[in-house]
């Protein structure tokens, strides 16, 4: 009698690549074409493209170090064994206290879709915010094997919609509504792309994941791979679509207008569906990546030990979600009491992410077999995103308190004896 051996418990493939996705693929291809075509005109394509092909060596670098050093740690681990405790604590605070602030813009985006479609306005976003929070911490209450199935549903039904939406629009594209080409200046194509690394932020994310991988070694390569060619085809699909289709005509909601150009005003709800769908896809693997990272940092003493339960590979980290999850409803609940828009701490977090990447990719160069492609893809990465780092400028505020914080914490700690992550069974 022959005992088949069940494969081993984490995500394949296609779950890892649906995470990626969700990750890159977030909330931004709602309205960021829209947004980065008001301040470059047409030539805010340059800008997606630019973003595209950084993002071809960016996803390579966290790629290989995901299958070199897999480790729950992500990011944080990388700046260990490149740098040292102290940078590793900052780029992991950086990371894991960003991802609260980021989540009620997040989800905002698809509150503000709902509420155009049911009414309620503001109120209506903020409840659905709220709702969404919730449901993206319920999902991943129950592991990552349960949130990498449904992120894979969640991935297929986007990217039939967005397929369509662009397939459907293209018929009404006017090559009059590329010129001019550059209407605010050349420099403009630089604005554009720093408010459109918040549509490119995410490869980082499920970096935090790569233990939890079957195989991390050969698998997170594959899913990397695969996803970098989904969103390339969907964010340049759109953004092309909005210039050229929608011209200085585009709306807050060019996907909406997209859809509505090909199927009439009955297609409009079907906007909100996909709204939703990328919020969750977005924030599920951001939560998932982050109540890891959490865990990793208590594991590591970079964060009190108590946030160290469920740190090891096919444990839930069940600790770190519900502080991911309080201080993202903590972080909604200023800005139902203070009225602020939503979406106006969205270049603080982006600030933080960017910082993130510098540090990712300068720990790559110094981790990563020297003169190999993916060493040189890691350097092309660490000079590009200094370059935009000098762009975020003043939106940095937010990263330089997260990391004095930090820095405040590995002197409080220093010189004590870290627990090794193998003696911490529940913490």
Same mark, same amino acid.
């Given at each position: 009698m022959t005992i088949t051996q069940a494969p081993p418990a984490g995500l394949n493939v296609p779950q890892g690549a649906a995470l990626t996705v969700g990750a890159v693929l977030g909330t931004g291809v709602i #309205?960021? %074409?829209?947004? $980065?075509a008001?301040? @470059? &005109? %047409? @030539? #805010?394509?340059l800008a997606w493209l630019a973003l595209v092909v950084l993002s071809v060596p960016l996803a390579a670098t966290? $790629?290989?170090l995901g299958a070199r050093h897999p480790d729950g &740690?992500?990011? #944080?681990?990388?700046a260990r064994r490149a740098f040292g405790t102290r940078a590793a604590t900052v780029v992991g605070w950086c990371f894991y206290f960003a991802i609260p602030i980021g989540a009620p813009p997040a $989800?905002?985006?698809?509150?503000?879709?709902? $509420?155009?479609?049911v009414g309620g306005g503001r109120h209506t976003q903020l409840l659905t915010a709220g709702l969404?929070?919730?449901?993206?911490a @319920?999902?991943?209450?129950y592991g990552v094997r349960v949130s990498g199935r449904a992120q894979l549903a969640i991935a297929a039904v986007l990217g039939a919609l967005l397929l369509v939406a662009t397939a459907v629009s293209l018929p009404h594209a006017r090559l009059a509504h590329l010129t001019p080409f550059a209407p605010h200046g050349w420099l403009a194509v630089g604005s554009a792309a720093a408010l459109l690394v918040w549509a490119f932020a995410g490869w980082e994310a499920v970096t935090s994941l790569s233990a939890d991988y079957r195989d991390p070694a050969r698998d997170i390569t594959r899913a990397t791979g695969v996803a970098v060619t989904v969103v390339a085809v969907m964010y340049l699909g759109i953004a092309f679509a909005t210039v050229a289709v929608l011209g200085d005509g585009a709306s807050k909601a060019p996907l909406s207008d997209l859809l509505v150009l090909g199927f009439g005003e009955v297609a409009r709800p079907v906007t909100t569906l996909v709204a939703v769908l990328l919020s969750v896809g977005a924030m599920n693997a951001y939560f998932a990546g982050g109540a890891r990272l959490g865990a990793a940092l208590g594991?590591?003493?970079?964060? %009190?030990?108590?946030?160290a339960r469920g740190s090891l590979a096919g444990e839930v980290p069940r600790r770190s979600l519900m502080v991911v999850t309080g201080y993202s409803l903590g972080c909604l609940l200023v800005v139902a009491a203070t009225g602020i828009p939503l979406e106006s701490s969205l270049l603080l977090v982006t600030g933080a992410f960017t910082l993130v990447y510098v540090v990712g990719t300068a720990a790559a160069i110094r981790l990563l077999p020297r003169g190999t492609w993916v060493w040189r893809g890691a350097v092309v990465s660490f000079v590009s995103t200094l370059g935009l780092l000098a762009l975020t400028g003043t939106h940095l505020l937010a990263a330089a308190l997260i990391s004095l914080g930090a820095l405040a914490w590995t002197l409080r700690t220093r010189g004590r004896v870290m627990t090794p992550p193998a003696t911490i069974p529940g913490a």
């Open positions: #309205s960021l %074409p829209a947004l $980065a008001r301040a @470059a &005109g %047409p @030539a #805010s394509l966290f $790629a290989a &740690g992500g990011v #944080s681990t990388y $989800a905002g985006f698809a509150g503000a879709y709902v $509420a155009d479609t969404l929070i919730v449901v993206v @319920a999902m991943n209450w594991r590591d003493g970079a964060l %009190p030990v108590w946030f």
